[in-house]
């Protein structure tokens, strides 16, 4: 479903992880957080991964103690537009506020402007960058929302 979410990325040259990754990395990816998936049925349509602050991160936004992140996030292209891309992001939102983070954060390619201006739609503002490479071929932008007090 990733890879299937994350193609329009991968079509446009961009190498997120998402666009590839194997069922290995999928776990690891999702056991660093807590992985809430949208379900048709018994298929899985939509996913994102809420993630608590790491110390260690290698982002160096994330490691502060009152911000939490998210990743993994995608919609299953044949269900967008049905609000279920909203649903899972309210809810870590949500999850994020209740648990007494002040900010929710994701990581986005800098030149993948339309997710950019998606998020600051929604909220969102860049705050800080993070070069992934060599994993990737791009360089992120860091973006936050605040949620709590």
């Known amino acids: 479903m990733l890879h ?13 992880t998402a666009t590839h990754q194997s ?10 957080g807590e992985c809430w998936v ?26 502060r103690a009152e911000v939490a992140h998210f990743g993994q996030f995608g ?3 044949l269900f ?5 891309g909203t649903k899972l992001l309210n809810h870590v939102e949500a999850l994020a506020k209740e648990s007494g983070f002040r900010e929710l954060a994701l990581d986005t390619a800098e030149s993948a402007k339309h997710l ?5 739609r ?16 791009y360089l992120s ?6 949620i709590g007090k």
């Not at 299937?4 to 997120?16: N, P, Q, S, T, V």
């Not at 069922?23 to 660093?32: A, G, H, K, Y």
């Not at 932008?141 to 605040?146: E, G, L, N, R, Y």
């Open 141 to 146: 932008v860091i973006m936050t929302k605040a």
């Open 80 to 84: 967008r537009g049905l609000g279920i």
């Open 23 to 32: 069922v290995e990395t999928t776990r690891r990816r999702v056991s660093e």
């Open 122 to 137: 929604l909220g969102y503002k860049i705050v800080d960058n993070h070069d992934w490479r060599p994993g990737t071929n």
């Open 116 to 120: 950019i201006s998606l998020y600051e």
């Open 75 to 77: 919609v299953d292209p």
């Open 4 to 16: 299937r979410a994350y193609r329009e990325l991968h079509d446009m040259g961009l190498k997120f």
């Open 38 to 63: 949208a379900m048709v049925g018994k298929t899985v349509v939509g996913t994102i991964v809420w993630v608590r602050p790491n110390p260690l991160d290698d982002v160096f936004y994330y490691r």
